[in-house]
């Protein structure tokens, strides 16, 4: 099997116009080779992927939990015919994929598969964004039944959460129009078979040339030529650097669509926000069969319904400390601990002082200290800031150069803040 996998990439079967296709077998056994091809520009198609398939089973039992034996039956005709389910289904499927975000569950499924591919740290996750596409008339009818949330049609934030109902097609883009420093890669998967129309368009010739963001009409797509050339069955996944010039799928008059855009930050110091709200660090997700995982305790830190006294915040603080170290979910516990727990929170921000070694997370460690007068503390954070930037170099996995500026925060813009704060102090 490791000499078919090597075979494989010494000679890959991509072309400008057909990815490399690899079973999920073989992509799981090839090592660091998928994400080095993925560093190389090159766009994987994998077939037979297993978490896709369980993650739907997975789907549709949720969704038939909320209404019925009738909701199942409903998103298998919409599986395999197309057929628009009722709307009690809908109200279904908006709760389930609530369900999945709120628990991380296409994280949690894809966390071994993209263990195995050793991309480059710190991993992040963002979850999954729901893409699903019905004809206009339903889509209305939907948003006027008042069953619905408002965020289902439209986005509360620009770089929140998803809609869950696909409002529009995309333009023509790459996930980033600006300078940037990290690697993100997205998996792309349909919940059904896909035919071409009906697939993500990329543009891969486009990859390293200056072409860059522009509305998808019939003058650009002409401009641009053939988009690559593959389908998708149910269980298969697109796999592509975020930097590819790509569109939404060409669609059929009628046809519905529902998929899955999820995206890896690899390489990346700090938590994404600049680009996109809701990443997780990949350590969140590593298990034991004694200990619930980061992202287990991040679900339930985040959770209002319940009270929580200091013992509870205590018990969390200790459980991190036999965890795989993720700075994240620090962050998070000392913001819901530090109104009434403020010991807790303080001990949360010491522990990223201690173990980090991101500029990045110093510095938001630091800025909490400072607003709650622990001056000392954030002198901490300073002097480390300091240590850990010296002849450090942020790196450039750019297939272009932007115009546009960074909106990352740089080791420079971090080095000046624990300037001021140690000659303040």
Same mark, same amino acid.
């Given at each position: 099997m490791?000499?078919?996998?090597a075979n494989?990439?010494s000679?890959?079967?991509g072309s400008?116009n057909?990815?490399?296709?690899?079973s999920?077998?073989?992509?799981?056994a090839?090592d660091?080779s998928v994400f080095?091809?993925?560093q190389?520009?090159?766009v994987?198609?994998?077939r037979?992927m297993?978490?896709i398939?369980?993650?739907r089973?997975k789907?549709i039992?949720h969704a038939a939990?909320i209404?019925?034996?009738?909701t199942r039956?409903?998103?298998a %005709? =919409? *599986?395999?015919?197309?057929?628009t389910?009722?709307?009690?289904?809908m109200?279904? $499927?908006s709760?389930?994929?609530?369900? =999945?975000?709120k628990?991380?569950?296409w994280?949690r499924l894809?966390?071994?598969?993209l263990?195995?591919?050793?991309a480059?740290?710190?991993v992040?996750?963002?979850?999954g964004i729901?893409?699903?596409?019905?004809?206009p008339?339903?889509?209305?009818k939907?948003?006027?039944?008042?069953?619905f949330e408002?965020? %289902?049609?439209?986005?509360?934030?620009p770089?929140g959460l998803?809609e869950?109902?696909m409002?529009?097609?995309t333009?023509?883009h790459? %996930?980033?129009?600006?300078?940037?420093?990290?690697f993100?890669?997205?998996?792309?998967?349909?919940?059904?078979?896909?035919s071409q129309?009906?697939?993500?368009r990329?543009?891969?010739s486009?990859?390293k040339?200056?072409? !860059?963001?522009?509305?998808?009409?019939e003058k650009?797509?002409m401009?641009?030529?053939?988009?690559? %050339?593959?389908?998708?069955?149910?269980?298969?996944?697109?796999? !592509?650097?975020?930097?590819?010039l790509?569109?939404s799928?060409a669609?059929?008059p009628?046809h519905r669509r529902?998929s899955?855009?999820?995206?890896?930050?690899?390489c990346?110091?700090d938590?994404?926000a600049? *680009?996109?709200?809701?990443?997780?660090?990949? /350590?969140?997700f590593?298990?034991?069969?004694?200990?619930k995982?980061?992202?287990d305790? $991040?679900?339930?830190i985040?959770?209002?319904s319940?009270e /929580?006294n200091?013992?509870?915040?205590?018990e969390v603080l200790?459980? =991190?400390?036999?965890?795989?170290?993720?700075e994240?979910?620090?962050i998070?516990?000392?913001d819901?601990? /530090?109104?009434r727990?403020?010991?807790?929170?303080?001990?949360a921000i010491?522990?990223?002082i201690?173990?980090?070694?991101? =500029?990045?997370?110093?510095?938001?460690?630091?800025?909490?200290?400072?607003?709650?007068g622990e001056?000392e503390?954030?002198?901490?954070a300073?002097?480390?800031?300091?240590?850990?930037?010296r002849?450090?170099k942020?790196?450039? *996995?750019?297939? $272009?150069s932007?115009?546009?500026p960074?909106q990352?925060?740089?080791?420079?813009?971090? /080095?000046?803040w624990?300037?001021?704060i140690i000659a303040?102090?």
């Open positions: 490791l000499r078919k996998i494989i990439f000679n890959p079967r400008n057909l990815p490399i296709e690899l999920y077998e073989q992509a799981i090839a660091n080095d091809m993925l190389k520009g090159h994987l198609v994998i037979g297993e978490p398939f369980s993650g089973e789907f039992e939990s209404s019925g034996q009738q039956h409903e998103l %005709d =919409f *599986y395999a015919a197309g057929k389910p009722s709307m009690e289904t109200c279904a $499927v709760d389930t994929v609530k369900h =999945f975000r628990n991380h569950i994280s894809l966390h071994n598969f263990s195995s591919i050793n480059t740290g710190p992040l996750y963002d979850g729901p893409r699903l596409v019905l004809e008339e339903f889509v209305e939907a948003a006027q039944s008042g069953r408002t965020t %289902d049609f439209q986005r509360a934030h770089a998803t869950i109902f409002p529009s097609s333009n023509i790459r %996930d980033y129009n600006r300078a940037h420093y990290l993100q890669f997205n998996i792309w998967w349909p919940l059904h078979n896909a129309q009906e697939v993500l990329i543009f891969a486009e990859y040339k200056n072409s !860059f963001d522009r509305d998808c009409d650009a797509l401009a641009l030529g053939a988009p690559l %050339d593959y389908t998708l069955n149910f269980g298969d996944a697109i796999v !592509f650097h975020g930097e590819h790509h569109a799928p669609g059929i009628g529902q899955v855009d999820f995206r890896v930050a690899a990346c110091d938590d994404n600049h *680009y996109r709200f809701g990443f997780l660090n990949q /350590k969140n590593e298990t034991s069969s004694s200990k995982s980061g992202v305790w $991040v679900i339930e985040e959770d209002e319940s /929580k200091e013992s509870w915040f205590l200790n459980a =991190f400390e036999h965890l795989p170290f993720a994240d979910r620090y998070i516990l000392h819901h601990a /530090k109104q727990y403020p010991e807790v929170a303080k001990h010491e522990a990223i201690r173990k980090s070694g991101s =500029f990045f997370w110093l510095l938001k460690a630091g800025e909490r200290a400072r607003l709650v001056n503390v954030a002198k901490r300073a002097n480390k800031i300091n240590e850990t930037t002849n450090y942020l790196p450039d *996995y750019m297939p $272009v932007y115009a546009n960074a990352q925060i740089t080791p420079d813009q971090a /080095k000046a624990s300037s001021k303040q102090l």
